[in-house]
T-cell receptor, first 115, second 113 residues
Framework: NAGVTQTPKFQVLKTGQSMTLQCAQD?????MSWYRQDPGMGLRLIHY???????DQGEVPNGYNVSRSTTEDFPLRLLSAAPSQTSVYFC??????????????FGQGTRLTVV | SQQGEEDPQALSIQEGENATMNCSYK?????LQWYRQNSGRGLVHLIL?????REKHSGRLRVTLDTSKKSSSLLITASRAADTASYFC?????????????FGQGTTLQVKP
């Protein structure tokens, strides 16, 4: 199993451009999440999904869209990139255990710079 | 706002010493988890402690949970240079049926050889 795979690993965008960060997992996990990590801020939840076709907002959803058409994939879209979205983005998945009883598996991250 | 707050933000010790990190949280939780992040990598799960547990061990790791004080601690005994990393606590709120994990800001641990 590859686990959680994120692409790309690095990306530079110009302000106003759009792009999609890809996340795929091969563990048949129901739950998937996107976090951003900024210095001194820890990880903040952007969006999450409890299954195919179901998504919801996290702590910092503005400027991002997600969809979950399959169990395996959970792409994160930046609609119009802004310098404030410069960050490291992590995708995570875990199996359904109810109320967070299971561990999360993380991808290696995407380092995004918006200039 | 974030659920977990780690203390200290940074910790530097010598190899062989013990390292203690603390986490405080705000709401009632179902469980609390600790993760490690090596520089430039994703997070890796270390240990989970349920709200009805007070202490848990895994190898050189010891985790305690005090739900009355809404706090947890992670103790790494006999530290090694390879333990150098950032450590995060994550909580799942008791009222949430989605299982969202909310992370704290992390403690950066440096273990000097």
């Amino acid at each position: 199993n590859a686990g959680v795979t994120q692409t790309p690993k690095f990306q530079v965008l110009k302000t106003g451009q759009s792009m999609t960060l890809q996340c795929a997992q091969d563990m048949n996990h129901e739950y998937m999440s996107w976090y951003r990590q900024d210095p001194g801020m820890g990880l903040r939840l952007i969006h999450y999904s409890v299954g195919a076709g179901i998504t919801d907002q996290g702590e910092v959803p503005n400027g991002y869209n997600v969809s979950r058409s399959t169990t395996e994939d959970f792409p994160l879209r930046l609609l119009s990139a802004a310098p404030s979205q410069t960050s490291v983005y992590f995708c995570a998945s875990r199996t359904r255990g109810g109320t967070g009883r299971t561990e999360a598996f993380f991808g290696q991250g995407t380092r995004l710079t918006v200039v | 706002s974030q659920q977990g707050e780690e203390d200290p933000q940074a910790l530097s010790i010598q190899e062989g010493e013990n390292a203690t990190m603390n986490c405080s949280y705000k709401t009632s939780i179902n469980n609390l988890q600790w993760y490690r992040q090596n520089s430039g990598r994703g997070l890796v799960h270390l240990i989970l402690i349920r709200s009805n547990e007070r202490e848990k061990h895994s190898g050189r790791l010891r985790v305690t949970l005090d739900t009355s004080k809404k706090s947890s601690s992670l103790l790494i005994t006999a530290s090694r240079a390879a333990d150098t990393a950032s450590y995060f606590c994550a909580t799942a709120r008791l009222s949430s049926n989605t299982g969202k994990l909310i992370f704290g800001q992390g403690t950066t641990l440096q273990v000097k050889p």
